[in-house]
């Protein structure tokens, strides 16, 4: 026996020493602006330390052989723990599925949320789930050294984390942020204000009745009373019905069809457990949401009515048939437990926003602003729940536009908008053009000219320049700022790169930075970046992008490929290239190109779906192989590959 | 991690629930020692007493959660899983719990641990072994990645 324990611990401490290895290495890929993840990870490498020392102290105190095999198969199950959580929450966290910009969304939403602020880390996780860890990491990691668990100093001591998993395919779609900033959330602010514990479901739950039903499965183990479980599945579900409240609070109809379409993805619809069915869910958030005036919002909600107004599932156990007729006698009480919570959105008051915004991504307009709109009732500035039920209304009737990418840049530059403005920046209003405004005859437009243009009211002579009023339009130009996407080239084995053969996007890899980070262009260095402002140039327009010469004088290009054509919609992708001799470091929002515009014949009929940069919102990776001619001159070319 | 695969939003309560189970069970494995130095009559160290002190308080909030369970009202959630370990331990999980007995159980183990921690001996020398034993195969099954019986695996 003793051998088994002596072993037992030379295999613990292998996998410490392992463990702190794979620790350091994530450690040194989180880059130094990532300071909550790397946060974090000290206390794993703190626990790695703290869980030798335990582990020591408890075998000189065991009694015999039998003690020390049991405590060390113990050790090693945390550690276990340890690894695992390693794995999927910051392994996970290194995926590039998760934007930057989501982060900084939780965190924002969490310091409207909570009362301490929280160090958000995100991980793509299983596909058929979100998952938040609701328990403080500190006790996580230490909970099972129990009395040996280490005193916590400096920043790691009050330092609290939110740690969230997100389904791939969801994470990176703005159509599921209900899910997200609405439902998730939620959990970590009622673990904080005990809202379940004030709802009192127990004082809605009738012993005489509850002492007849089976128990809930998934608490079976407990091997207690029915009237304990069911208990204790009530809580569950209120808990999950609080958030979900939360999520249609905050979103509006967006709520219902973002969680109603999710647990149908997943099979949740009749599904009971530690989760009320999501037919009751969906039930539930329509009521919430109420009836809807507006013809688009209500298309939205629409489906999910009718799923609600579906007979219950079949085949659900007494208790879970008993717990969806409290649940719903109390549904008033859900919304009425957040009136303490941060604001409400008011979708009737918000919906001709919304249709408007609809409007505008149905055209592959992406708006973060209503510079030249015409109408009134818009309010402005924009909400991001007015942006996410955009998309969802503009999805009801498919017009072959890519809405969520131009949902998700519209949110983008509302998010730089609204910290442009937080640190003290001016929007500029560009309004108030006066008359008989020569609008370029004479060759490129004057600014004035310019201005005109952006509040056109025939939409077809409109330039949009969304977010507008960041800088003013002097002279005979506008100024663009750098967005946040790159495109980089990476060192490759790849002897050659052929247009017509194809090759180059093996090289390239998509990167995308925080608007509070900064991008290290090298000397001689090529990467591929974006503006700032999605813009539509009108068919009787052309333009020319070129670098403001503050930035030339520094040695930066910002275009190469510099004539943008009429018709023209998205963000232009920069070539930037660095020509000094030392290494630019170039900062998102940063004002590094101009637009000249000239008048042109109006051009021919709009581009259909097959341009291949159509309503491009970031830089896009050359589609030269897909050009009409590449497949003629393969066909003239002898050679098969570079 | 708790994988529902059939719900949205799901807290990640399995693995708390098997971080809590490894700590009680390391708590019960100490004590355990603890409890052999004082049957073969040796004197416990501080150490000894605090292990005792602190596998105390789990089996007397355990009893207590059964204890509000026999009046007809429900103890925290906190007290959850001490009470399925509790339970699974004295009454197996495929038996049905005699609530009564194991109250009555508990409170015989944690009177046992007062002599222990008083300096004398108990009044049953293997009932407090062999719980801690049997907490520990509870403990065994709970945290070994096939073995989710705290919270159900869709």
Redesign the interface.
């Known amino acids: 026996m003793q051998e088994i324990a002596d072993e037992l611990r030379r295999q613990f401490e292998d996998r410490l020493k392992h463990l702190n290895s794979y620790l350091n290495d994530l450690y040194e890929q989180f880059p130094p602006v990532e300071e909550r993840a790397r946060l974090a990870l000290r206390l794993y490498d703190i626990y790695c330390n703290a869980a030798r020392e335990a582990m020591a102290s ?1 075998w000189d ?4 052989a039998i ?1 020390r095999i ?2 060390l ?3 090693l ?2 550690l276990n ?1 340890r690894a ?2 390693l794995e ?1 929450v910051f392994a996970g966290a290194l995926h590039d599925a998760v934007p930057p910009g989501l982060v900084d969304s939780v965190e924002s939403e969490l310091v409207e949320l909570l009362r301490t602020p929280r160090q958000v880390i995100l991980s793509v ?2 596909a ?8 403080e990491l500190q006790d ?1 990691v230490f ?5 040996y668990a280490p005193d916590l100093t400096g920043d790691l001591q009050h330092a609290r984390f939110a ?1 969230m ?1 997100l389904p791939r395919l969801e994470s990176t779609q703005p159509s599921w942020r209900p ?1 997200i900033l609405g ?2 959330v939620a ?1 970590l602010a009622v673990a904080e204000r005990s809202t379940v514990a004030d709802f009192d479901i ?1 004082g809605r739950l009738d ?1 005489a009745v509850t002492e007849t039903l089976s128990v809930p ?2 608490l079976s ?5 029915p ?2 479980a069911i ?2 599945a009530a ?1 569950q579900w209120v808990e ?1 019905l609080i ?1 979900d409240a939360y999520a249609a609070r905050r979103f509006g109809p967006a709520a219902v069809a973002a ?1 109603g379409g ?2 149908e993805f ?3 619809f009749d ?1 009971v ?3 009320p069915p ?1 037919w009751l869910r969906c039930r539930m958030l329509v009521d919430w949401v109420g009836d809807l005036e507006s013809e688009g919002l209500d298309k939205v909600v629409a489906p999910w009515r009718q799923l609600a107004e579906s007979p219950q599932p079949a085949g659900m156990p007494d208790w879970a048939h008993y717990l969806c007729g409290v649940m719903w006698e109390a549904r008033d009480s859900f919304p009425a437990a957040l009136h303490d919570w941060p604001a409400q959105y008011d979708a009737a008051a918000r919906a001709r926003t919304v249709e408007w915004l609809a409007r505008e991504l149905d055209a592959g307009v992406s708006r973060a602003d209503a510079a030249g709109a015409s109408g009134d009732g818009l309010h402005t500035p924009f909400y991001d729940a007015d942006l996410v039920n955009a998309g969802w209304v503009a999805r009801q009737e498919p017009s072959g536009m890519p809405i969520d990418r131009l949902v998700e840049k519209s949110l983008e530059s509302l998010d730089f908008v609204r910290r442009w403005q937080q640190a003290g920046g001016d929007i500029i209003d560009l309004s108030g053009v006066p008359g008989d405004v020569d609008s370029g005859q004479s060759g490129v437009l004057s600014g004035v000219a310019i201005r005109e243009r952006i509040h056109e009211a025939d939409r077809t002579r409109r330039l949009v320049v969304s977010p507008a009023g960041l800088s003013e339009i002097r002279g005979a130009s506008l100024d663009l700022r750098l967005g946040k996407h790159f495109i980089v080239l990476e060192r490759s084995s790849t002897p050659a790169v052929s247009a017509v053969a194809g090759g180059a996007r093996r090289m390239q890899a998509a990167v995308e930075k925080s608007w509070d980070d900064y991008f290290v262009l090298h000397p001689g260095e090529l990467v591929l970046a974006s503006t700032l402002e999605y813009l539509v140039i009108p068919s009787d327009l052309a333009a020319t992008v070129i670098t403001r010469s503050s930035y030339g004088r520094l040695g930066l290009i910002t275009a190469t490929a510099i004539f943008v054509h009429p018709w023209f919609k998205g963000c232009l992708t920069l070539e930037l290239v660095n020509l000094g001799r030392v290494p630019l470091q170039l900062q998102p929002g940063e004002r590094i190109a101009q637009l000249a515009l000239q008048p042109v014949e109006p051009a021919r009929p709009e581009p259909d779906e097959s341009d291949k940069y159509r309503c491009s919102t970031r830089p896009e990776f050359s589609r030269v192989t897909q050009d009409r001619e590449i497949a003629v001159l393969r066909a003239i070319s002898r050679h098969t590959e570079p | 991690m708790h994988r529902h695969t059939a719900s949205a939003a799901m807290q990640r309560t399995s693995s708390s629930l098997r971080s809590r189970s490894i700590g009680v069970a390391l708590l019960a494995v100490r004590a355990r020692a603890a409890v052999k130095r004082a049957l073969a009559g040796e004197t416990l160290s501080d150490r000894d007493i605090s292990e005792l002190s602190n596998v105390r308080r789990v089996l007397a909030g355990a009893a207590e959660a059964i204890g509000y369970d026999l009046k007809g009202s429900a103890p925290a959630a906190k007290h959850i899983t001490s009470v399925g370990l509790a339970l699974s331990a004295v009454a197996g999980p495929a038996e049905p719990p005699d609530k009564e007995a194991m109250s009555s159980h508990l409170r015989s183990l944690v009177a046992d641990l007062d002599r222990l921690i008083g300096g004398e001996p108990p009044r049953d020398t293997s009932a407090l072994p062999d719980f801690l034993t049997g907490l520990l195969r509870i403990a065994d099954r709970d945290t070994s990645q096939s073995g989710e019986t705290l919270v159900r695996r869709a």
Request: charged share 30%.
């Open positions: 408890d105190h065991a009694v015999d003690d049991d405590l198969r113990f050790y199950r945390d723990e695992e959580e999927e996780g299983p058929d789930n979100y998952e938040t860890m609701i328990s996580f909970g099972a050294l129990g009395p740690l998993r899910l439902h998730e959990h127990e012993p499965g998934h183990n407990l091997a207690s009373s009237t304990l208990k204790t809580e999950e958030c969680l999710f647990f997943v099979g949740a599904e457990g530690g989760h999501g």
